[in-house]
């Protein structure tokens, strides 16, 4: 049996949805500390293989494991995300009432179990590492103003901080840049290799020039498996990709 000792391992991967298979025999691997961006046409099953690694949807045939030996598919969704696996969906979803700080503080509160108060004092340690990721997600300036005041990017920017801290080993990444101005694009990818330095992040997007600024290994899906795997100007001039994805 092989489990070679990476940080995320899926091995031969199906699922099936009323017949149709949306992911077959998919092998993915992600190593510590690796950026990996995930492209593909829709349905191609890059959001079911988001589902597979975050416990949403079980594989009917296949192996997960985190960290060489920890099998996800015996985990629920709970386990996973504590277990250290975050998942950043399209849609922001912090609390526009809220202010930057105070979203922060309910999501390191949130991540050691205390939900919906902001009455429970920090320390200057917990102080430290929200100013550490306001500084990340690039809010420094805008610390105490409302969410609901942000632009559409600076709200993507407080979700990611809000996953961070959760102190997640992987972070999923869902198509972070859709509706990002052009600077907001490029500040993102700078954002997203600096979140790389201390843990792995997997980025699935369609914006190619993004992807290219990434400057990291790339994984093409297409019906549910791997059509190509490498980087960005390996993939894309890949006759297989461009016919199912680049060309369309
Ligand atoms: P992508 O994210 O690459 O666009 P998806 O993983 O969303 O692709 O979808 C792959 C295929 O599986 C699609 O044809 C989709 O309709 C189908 N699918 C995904 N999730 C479900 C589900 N929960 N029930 C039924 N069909 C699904």
Redesign the pocket.
């Known amino acids: 049996e092989k489990k070679p000792k990476s940080l995320l391992y899926l091995d031969g991967v199906s699922v099936s949805?009323?017949g149709?298979r949306?992911l077959n025999s998919l092998s993915f691997i992600v190593e510590p500390g690796e950026l990996r961006a995930i492209i593909?046409p829709?349905?191609?099953?890059?959001?079911?293989?988001m589902d597979i690694i975050t416990g949403k949807?079980r594989p009917d045939e296949g192996e997960v494991f985190f960290k060489g030996d920890i099998d996800l598919t015996k985990k629920d969704e709970a386990e996973i995300a504590q277990l250290g696996i975050g998942r950043k969906f399209q849609k922001p979803t912090v609390f526009e009432s809220h202010t930057v700080w105070d979203n922060l503080e309910l999501a390191l509160n949130r991540s050691r179990g205390v939900f919906a108060t902001l009455f429970y004092r920090l320390t200057g340690e917990d102080e430290g590492r929200i100013e550490e990721i306001l500084a990340t997600v690039r809010l420094t300036a805008r610390r105490d103003d409302l969410a609901a005041n942000l632009s559409h990017g600076q709200k993507q920017w407080l979700e990611i901080g809000m996953l961070l801290a959760q102190e997640p080993e992987l972070l999923l990444v869902d198509e972070p840049v859709a509706g990002m101005t052009d600077a907001e694009t490029a500040e993102t990818a700078l954002l997203l290799k600096e979140i790389a330095k201390t843990r792995s992040v997997v980025v699935v997007e369609h914006d190619m020039g993004f992807v290219r600024d990434l400057g990291v290994k790339v994984t093409c899906?297409a019906e549910g498996s791997v059509l190509a795997e490498g980087s960005i100007d390996f993939v894309s001039n890949d006759p297989k990709v461009i016919e199912n994805y680049l060309g369309r």
């Not at 829709?42 to 293989?49: E, I, L, P, R, S």
């Open positions: 949805f009323d149709f949306a593909g829709n349905g191609a099953g890059k959001t079911t293989m949807t899906l």
